[in-house]
């Protein structure tokens, strides 16, 4: 439903209520002269192969049925073989090492075309960017043949849970876009508990709430530093932080204790440490996130007696409530395209995931269970993450939760794998 | 995005390079979690959480999505001012709860607004300000794990906690 087409690539993508067939790529050895390099193809292929997978819109054909097993790099595939065993694309690499470090040469094909759509030569100096140059060729392949923009050369940052479920020890943690182990840091200790992190549109920082000292407050951790700084740094609690599209300013909830602990929202300008408040109302302001024009905010109240999503100005005029159907409201995200916004909703016992478009119209339930939380957006707006919790007992089981990536056509739900229990996911832009 | 890679072989990865720690878990020192300790027997000690559990009351509950004081709530603290005047030199710090039926944000702000509730009554009772702190804990920290209504009741709470 969100596929264009590109002329060039020749692709078929067949939408059936939404459900789009995966298009079958086949995906030779990796190649490489010697130990180093042949491992660092393997890992490559096997990287490419489930990125592409799990995106729904292509699917690996079974290296077993492969006639060709030639490198493919420098020499005309036989597309006849690969039209036999029904590979619409056809992707070849090879590895090796050259002055300059691991240099990586791909070519990409259309079978039934018979050409060559895409080449690619890349080096980088050590073998510890090999899991982004898979990424790198992963979004490639995805951009020549989809038309739309890649999302694999990504992050996600997260809140990684484990204990007790009343004494929950709780680490900003963060991992590549695939969940892969070896992507895998904490980046807090769990001395304190974190909440709610959020990627800048600059890629270097992330926004998120810390239990410092037992005080509630929105800090700011630079991951190029490791440095921590709080930015909320007034009596009363700060939470809720998003950054705004030019990541020069956070909006954020502040409940001052001059207005009775009520939370309005605030917009903090990062470089002059000034705060402007954009909402007084005398019910629970929170959540708010950016247009990707920065023009508008989109934030959940209980102004008008239950909690709805509204939008307003960035300058916090014009507020006008856009959700309408039944049911509790929260967790508003403005999708990176700018055409829908993302929520949770509660209704009936359950917690919904769904989209709407920003007036509101057209809402649609992408997920529903008991306890779902925290929809955040793929950079190119096709996907959510979000996490999923199970009900818990009084005996102190249950209660997991785990982060879950979904197609906004419903579609394609699957875990992404986190070493602990994992809550609050975020998504960067693309690298 | 070819782009981004080569401007990344230049500068090196920067997410690689940043200071995260790789430390196994820490203890969690949040201090929440001393809430509602149970009489361990034997005498108890004027003007202590043990005291204010055991003989008043440390908490109060609250209507799903609400920050009103029942009736009840405003009974008990009356009976927690009491007992602060009674011992002066005790200092406060009130948390404000929410049951898991919410988000995450909506259900901080209702914390802090279940605590600020708390903390007023008393202020307006006559406690000195001074004495007293607030904190919101959201749904974070649940008196009783469950997921059905009577566990939900008993988290949507304020509760009284003795910080000296």
């Not at chain 1, 479920?165 to 992507?183: E, F, N, P, T, Y």
């Not at chain 1, 049911?327 to 709407?356: C, E």
């Amino acid at each position: 439903m969100f596929l264009s087409l590109n002329a060039n690539a020749a692709l078929e993508v067949t939408i059936a209520q939404g459900k789009v067939e995966p298009t079958p790529i086949a995906i030779t050895q990796i190649f490489g002269a010697d130990s180093d390099t042949a491992r660092y193809g393997n890992t490559l292929r096997q990287i490419i192969s489930n990125n592409l997978t799990n995106s729904g819109l292509f699917y690996t054909v079974n290296e077993d049925l492969y006639i060709q097993s030639d490198n493919l790099v420098e020499k005309v595939p036989r597309f006849e073989d690969w039209k036999l065993i029904k590979a619409q694309f056809l992707l070849s690499a090879d590895v090796s090492k050259t002055d300059k470090g691991i240099r990586l040469r791909m070519r990409l094909y259309d079978v039934f075309n018979a050409k060559e759509i895409e080449k690619l030569q890349l080096t980088i100096p050590d073998e510890n960017l090999i899991r982004r140059v898979g990424h790198t060729v992963s979004d490639i392949v995805y951009e020549r043949i989809t038309g739309e923009t890649g999302y694999f050369d990504t992050r996600i940052v997260y809140v990684s849970e484990i204990g007790p479920l009343d004494q929950r020890v709780k680490r900003l943690a963060i991992m590549d876009q695939d969940g892969h182990i070896d992507s895998h840091q904490f980046l807090t200790d769990g001395k304190n508990m974190v909440l709610t992190p959020r990627f800048a549109p600059n890629k270097q920082l992330i926004t998120y709430m810390e239990y410092k000292n037992n005080l509630p407050r929105v800090y700011i951790y630079n991951l190029k530093t490791g440095e921590r700084e709080i930015v909320g740094d007034f009596p009363g609690m700060t939470f809720a932080p998003r950054f705004s599209p030019d990541s020069q300013s956070v909006v954020m909830s502040f409940s001052d204790p001059n207005n009775a602990a009520n939370s309005e929202i605030y917009l903090m300008d990062l470089n002059t440490r000034s705060r402007s408040r954009l909402t007084n109302d005398s019910g629970i302001d929170t959540s708010p996130s950016f247009s990707p024009d920065g023009e508008k905010i989109v934030f959940n109240s209980d102004r008008g007696g239950s909690p709805q999503l509204f939008i307003m100005d960035k300058n916090g005029d014009n507020i006008k409530r856009i959700s309408k159907g039944r049911g509790v409201y929260g967790n508003p995200v403005w999708s990176p395209r700018g055409d829908l916004i993302a929520f949770t909703k509660l209704t009936q016992g359950n917690f919904h995931i769904g989209v709407m478009d920003v007036n509101g119209n057209n809402e649609r339930v992408i997920v529903r269970d008991f306890a779902l939380e925290s929809p955040a957006w793929s950079p190119n707006g096709r996907y959510l993450i979000f996490h999923r919790q199970k009900r818990s007992n009084l005996d102190g089981t249950g209660g997991e939760v785990t982060i879950h990536f979904i197609d906004i056509t419903g579609y394609n739900e699957r875990i992404i794998p986190t070493p602990r229990d994992g809550s609050d996911p975020a998504w960067s832009p693309l690298l | 995005m070819l782009k981004n890679l080569f401007m990344l072989i230049v500068a090196g990865f920067f997410l690689a390079s940043c200071a995260a720690t790789k430390t196994e878990q820490g203890g969690d020192t949040d201090a929440a979690s001393a809430s509602a300790s149970s009489s361990s027997g034997g005498e108890i000690t004027a003007g202590t959480q043990e005291d204010l559990i055991v003989n008043v009351g440390d908490r109060v509950f609250f209507e799903f999505d609400s920050s009103e004081l029942t009736v009840d709530a405003q009974a008990t603290l009356d009976a927690q001012a009491a007992w602060l005047m009674q011992y002066p030199d005790t200092n406060i710090t009130v948390e404000g709860h929410a049951d898991e039926r919410g988000t995450r944000e909506y259900n901080l702000a209702l914390g802090d607004k279940r605590a600020f509730s708390v903390y007023s009554y008393l202020a307006q009772a006559g406690i000195d300000t001074n004495r007293m702190e607030y904190v919101s804990w959201g749904k974070e920290r649940p008196e009783v794990i469950g997921s059905d209504e009577t566990a939900y009741s008993q988290n949507r709470r304020g509760v009284t906690l003795v910080s000296n």
